[in-house]
């Protein structure tokens, strides 16, 4: 009889240990959820010679000028009417702080374009 209770006092000590590793494996730190840095942002784009800007109704950034911003500016170009027009986009883009300190304090690098609405083209003539 004392030798059951023995194996009985041992086996519980062994089933209880293992669950204490199993707790603190199941308990540790959660991993923190990093938002995506890239998002999609929908606005109005205007590119000059030496800036571009894209505002939209509660932000507005500047934007690197590299071969993704040269791209757009290539495609909005037939749809302005003058160089201070603002064209509506919708563009995939990365926001990080702006490295000249200047001007804005954080920038955008666009990396997909997604959309460019046709703006009808308003002519002074009458169709019949």
């Known amino acids: 009889m004392k030798k059951l209770f023995g194996l009985l006092i041992i086996s ?3 089933f209880s240990c293992q ?8 308990d540790g730190p ?3 959820k990093v938002p995506d840095s890239i998002q999609v942002l929908e606005g109005e784009f205007i590119y000059a010679a030496d800036a571009a800007v894209l505002r939209g109704d509660t932000f507005v950034y ?6 993704m911003a040269n791209v757009l500016s290539e495609k909005i170009a037939p749809l302005k009417n003058d160089d201070f ?18 001007g804005w304090a ?4 666009i990396r997909e374009i997604i959309e460019i609405p046709e703006s009808e083209k308003v002519t002074d ?4």
């Open 85 to 102: 027009d603002m064209i509506p986009v919708t563009v995939k883009a990365k926001i990080v702080p702006n490295p000249e300190q200047e």
């Open 106 to 109: 954080e920038v955008i690098e």
């Open 30 to 32: 959660e991993v923190e």
């Open 125 to 128: 003539t009458i169709k019949e």
């Open 12 to 14: 519980i000590m062994l």
């Open 19 to 26: 669950d204490e590793e199993r707790r603190d494996l199941m």
């Open 62 to 67: 500047g934007v690197t000028l590299d071969s």
